[in-house]
């Protein structure tokens, strides 16, 4: 898999760095402060969350990954790294502030970051010139958003899947759950300890398109 470099320049604090680690925690926190809604915790999460999540991904038949509330970028370097050079990583945030940050930061050209709603994710597909994802990823808090919303993200988000793709989410609570059961064949979750809060792992399965009997 080639290497891609991620920042724009080689004099700013390099990704995993102290400097680089608080800089992203205090914006993280300001928004936070801002945006309580918006974001699920005031701490970024562990690198076990982020390890476990993506272990679920096949990487190598990856084309297209989609990540909801991106923030600071804490699983959008670590996509970065595993995503295949001929892929595309597509990140949607609400925020302004997170979505300038994003673009300052890395410097990719398999990102793109878009800003507006989880809900519009079929418009920004199209637009980036693919048909369906192979994975969506998000940590958008369902319990606080605005009545009919998270409803509309996890049906538009099933559409926007291929069959057989993931709708990968990490809360925590099974809140979103009530939302993905209607619409995805198969849920499962799963508790990670080791992140503060613990925080569970759910992952949604489109079903395949089952064969027309002849």
Not at 85 to 107: C, G, K, R, S
Request: hydrophobic residues 45%; glycine residues 8%; aromatic residues 10%.
């Amino acid at each position: 898999m080639a290497s891609i470099p991620l920042k724009k320049n080689k004099d700013k604090a390099r990704a995993g760095s102290p400097g680089s680690f608080f800089s992203q925690w205090r914006m993280f926190f300001r928004q936070f402060v801002k945006h309580p809604g918006m974001i699920g915790s005031v701490i970024p999460s562990s690198a076990t969350l982020v390890e476990r999540m993506l272990d679920q991904v096949d990487w190598r038949n990856t084309r297209l990954f989609v990540e909801y509330g991106p923030g600071v970028g804490t699983f959008t370097r670590p996509i970065l790294e595993r995503l295949p050079a001929d892929a595309m990583l597509l990140t949607i945030d609400l925020n302004l502030d997170f979505v300038a940050y994003l673009e300052a930061e890395i410097d990719d050209p398999r990102l793109r970051v878009v800003h507006g709603s989880a809900a519009d994710v079929r418009r920004f597909i199209k637009e980036a010139g693919h048909y369906q994802a192979d994975y969506v990823l998000s940590g958008i808090p369902f319990s606080t958003l605005p009545e009919g919303v998270g409803q509309a993200i996890c049906v538009e988000t099933q559409a926007a899947l291929r069959p057989g793709g993931a709708f990968l989410i990490y809360q925590y609570s099974r809140f979103v759950r009530r939302f993905l059961t209607p619409v995805f064949g198969c849920v499962t979750d799963s508790l990670e300890w080791r992140n503060i809060p613990p925080c569970r792992i759910i992952r949604a399965i489109k079903q395949e398109t089952l064969a027309q009997a002849a």
